[in-house]
């Protein structure tokens, strides 16, 4: 079992949300290393805001994040970084008109192995010279994920990994973020909607609706009790 009191992330408390208007409510939530812990909930619950927030791309309305033990300023968000976060957003955030060997060196940080991340997704080195473009959507989010690996991060953030995949390669990459962890010991915070398949490489989770989490359990217990999913997506009315 992780030993919470190192945590390389921990919130506590925390509303975010947009313009002063929180989206997520009094959200705790710890990830520790070699620790992958999914953060799952219907759309619009506010996950993709939670992330957004720990990597000091949104500020906090109230509470606090710790990321490696020190706050995030959203003022500097390039440091929580360079302290050892990856984020790799919904939409991948690639530079298309750049090749995949371009795209992997901005994400390189001194000491990092760049054939290390790629060792993870063999089937992107004989495109390395290929636009991030003109790549299929496997191969896109592949570039993303290796991009965030060639910076050696302590702390890895992982939004939507499946939107817009083929099952096959989902079934692919997902398992990937287990592996990743427990070679390097980074931390994953993974934002998912094919539930069962994030609980299956998952240690921890955490349910949000409406912004507030309505259920936090191992993964293991939560694929026991299909029920407690059913009631945090649908509601009491769901059994």
């Known amino acids: ?65 710790k990321v490696l033990g020190e706050p995030v300023n959203p003022r500097r968000a390039h440091r929580v970084a360079r302290r050892g976060l990856a984020h790799v957003l919904e939409r991948r955030g690639l530079f298309y008109g750049l090749t995949a060997r371009e795209n992997l060196r901005l994400g390189h940080r001194g000491g990092a192995d760049l054939a290390r991340a790629l060792d993870y997704f063999p089937a992107l080195v004989p495109l390395l010279d290929r636009q991030a473009g003109l790549l299929s959507g496997g191969e896109q989010q592949m570039l993303a994920l290796a991009r ?34 427990h070679d390097t010991g980074t931390g994953v915070l993974l934002v998912e909607q094919h ?14 609706v409406h912004g507030e989490v309505a259920v936090a359990a191992a993964s293991d217990e939560l694929v026991r009790r299909r029920d407690m999913l059913e009631v945090s997506y649908l509601g009491e009315n769901a059994l």
């Open 195 to 208: 539930v069962h398949q994030a609980l299956e490489i998952s240690d921890r989770a955490y349910v949000l």
């Open 1 to 65: 079992m992780t030993d919470h009191g190192g945590a390389l992330l921990k919130v506590s408390g925390l509303d975010a949300g947009y313009l002063g208007v929180p989206v997520v409510r009094g959200l705790d939530l710890t990830v520790g290393p070699g620790e992958v812990v999914a953060l799952l909930g219907p759309n619009g619950a506010g996950k993709t805001t939670t992330l957004l927030t720990i990597s000091g791309l949104l500020p906090a309305i109230a509470g606090s994040v």
């Open 148 to 181: 965030a690996l060639a910076g050696a991060p302590r702390l890895l953030l992982v939004d939507e990994l499946s939107l817009g995949l083929a099952p096959i390669i989902v079934e692919t990459l997902l398992p990937l973020m287990r592996t990743i962890a």
